[in-house]
């Protein structure tokens, strides 16, 4: 990951501006650069976590010397050789970055045929000098995190997180994914959830696709200048990563699982597959007292109040802690946006194929609000990148164009269509492809939600949980855990709740779906996947 921010003015006539661009700098901690525009109209801002050409060389922002634009991108752009290819005859590439290919495709295409021939995760602002004004864009899941806002003299600023908008902002908003800004609006250039006709093909065709999509979203991921990790947490999605990625690169991958002190479920289960992929595995344990240490920190860095976000964010922040601090691996990949494509536990309960889909788009176009975020934030705060082949562009686009009635839970075993497309394959296990589901944040130990529930329950009254209805009109807290984490979000980001839609909560419409905990242990489906 890196941070960015960029402002079509002087940052050093903002106040405090280097204080406040420095709480960026675990983003980004291998080079920090400013560059201005000509006359001070524009400033790029960039905290580099070096990934692709670690060497100055590849060092942000990139500056073209012959008409003065400016480009900085937080991304990984996975078809950059093919598109390098495009321009060499015509741009002097200074460095083996997949980035810098940003600068003449910019030249050449403009900013909207631009993001769509991009395939990658990125976040990027591009200082338009012909035109004096700053433009930008976003990937179509919102992997990569943008914000934006205007200062006080109307001047548009654009940056990684809130926290460095905040105080130059009166009004902070997320940047749309799958949109771009084109120096004075935002038009959506990519919509990857709205399926028009679904795909004519049978379910091996289907099944074909999804083995053969996930496989080359793995590959692609794989591509880095520095060491890479992964986070294997025993489930199917984290495993089959894992288990593709071992096939892919003949030699032993090193994965990392987490859990509690005491009865972690996903430990277990991440051993089996390791001993199976004869990986270089580390176990990652913590206690009740990291649970409850690392919370208002973790609010920090997450920026949100949500619920499952926080709870399912609290392990995978302390094994990538432990990432940082213990091995020299800067990029991990991750199993995050699967459930959202194939369905969570209590999808079991969706009424209708129509009702799948419907519930599979809102996810998707969400997800940037809860999972991806709970992933960049968790990772990115511990200076480490994250890759997500579940969210490879063609591979979402696929899945979502294949008949939800192939995606329904009609077998008694949820994601059976993913499961059934690598079975067969002896990429993991047999026992991991058809374990049942956990979710991420009791699977690390049951015991990690009763500790902070019950730290709230100490914490405040019934009272006032009921006083937060009118103190909190947006996101009301309706729990005393939900309170704790809203009070402890604005003592950081006081009056940026909007952000965030709502609490992640399964769709309440649906028959055994009315519940008032997001965890998938409450609903009655839940049966051995937490055991």
């Not at 021939?117 to 035109?131: M, S």
């Not at 579940?390 to 994601?415: A, Q, R, S, Y």
Request: charged share 25%; glycine share 6%.
């Amino acid at each position: 990951m890196c941070g960015l921010l960029a402002y079509s003015g002087d940052v050093h006539q903002l106040p405090d501006f280097e204080t406040t661009f420095n709480q960026l700098r675990h983003r980004g901690p291998d080079d920090t650069e400013i560059v201005k525009a000509s006359n001070n109209e524009a400033s790029m801002c960039f905290h580099r976590l070096a990934i692709m050409d670690p060497t100055q060389k590849g060092h942000q922002p990139f500056v073209d010397d012959n008409n003065g634009n400016i480009a900085i991108c937080n991304g990984e752009i996975y078809n950059y050789e093919t598109l390098k290819r495009d321009y060499e005859a015509i741009y002097k590439f200074k460095s083996h970055s997949d980035c810098e290919v940003l600068v003449p495709m910019f030249n050449n295409l403009g900013i909207e045929k631009m993001c769509q021939h991009l395939d990658a995760e990125f976040a990027l602002v591009i200082w338009d000098n012909q035109k004096k004004k700053l433009v930008a864009g976003r990937d179509p899941i919102g992997i990569r995190p943008l914000f934006y806002g205007y200062s006080s003299e109307g001047k548009i600023m654009f940056a990684s997180e809130i926290k460095v908008l905040m105080p130059f902002c009166e009004k902070v908003e997320a940047f749309p994914p799958g949109h771009y800004y084109d120096g004075e609006k935002f038009v959506q250039y990519k919509d990857l959830t709205t399926v028009v006709h679904y795909a004519p093909k049978n379910l091996d065709q289907h099944l074909k696709d999804i083995r053969e999509k996930l496989v080359e979203g793995v590959r692609k991921r794989l591509v880095a200048d520095v060491p890479v990790g992964f986070l294997l947490s025993g489930g199917l999605d984290s495993s089959l990563v894992c288990g593709i990625a071992q096939d892919l690169m003949k030699k032993p991958i090193t994965t990392f699982s987490v859990g509690l002190d005491h009865n972690p479920i996903d430990i277990h289960y991440a051993k089996i597959v390791a001993d199976y992929l004869k990986t270089n595995h580390h176990e990652v344990y913590f206690n009740k007292q990291d649970t409850l240490g690392v919370v208002d920190k973790l609010i920090w860095y997450l920026e949100t109040w949500d619920i499952t976000t926080i709870r399912a964010s609290i392990g995978m922040y302390i094994v990538c802690k432990y990432i940082r601090e213990k091995t020299p691996i800067k990029v991990v990949l991750t199993g995050e946006i699967s459930d959202e494509l194939f369905g969570y536990k209590y999808t079991d309960f969706a009424p209708s194929p129509e009702a799948f889909q419907k519930e599979a788009k809102k996810r998707v176009d969400e997800l940037h609000m809860y999972d991806v975020l709970r992933a960049d934030r968790s990772i990115a705060s511990n200076s480490l990148e994250a890759r997500v082949p579940f969210g490879d562009l063609d591979f979402v686009k696929t899945v979502m164009e294949i008949h939800p009635e192939f995606k329904m839970n009609t077998t008694g075993m949820g994601k059976w269509l993913l499961r059934k497309a690598f079975d067969g394959t002896n990429f993991i296990p047999d026992e991991i492809l058809w374990r049942e589901k956990a979710a991420f944040s009791d699977a690390v130990g049951h015991s990690m939600v009763d500790y902070l529930k019950e730290a709230a329950e100490t914490k405040y009254t019934e009272e006032q949980v009921a006083q937060a209805r009118e103190k909190y009109p947006h996101g009301t807290p309706f729990t005393k855990e939900s309170l704790m984490y809203r009070e402890i979000y604005e003592k950081h980001f006081a009056g940026t709740a909007h952000h965030v839609k709502d609490f992640w909560m399964p769709n309440k419409e649906w028959n055994n779906c009315n519940v008032n905990d997001p965890s998938a242990r409450v609903l009655p489906n839940y049966g051995k996947s937490g055991v």
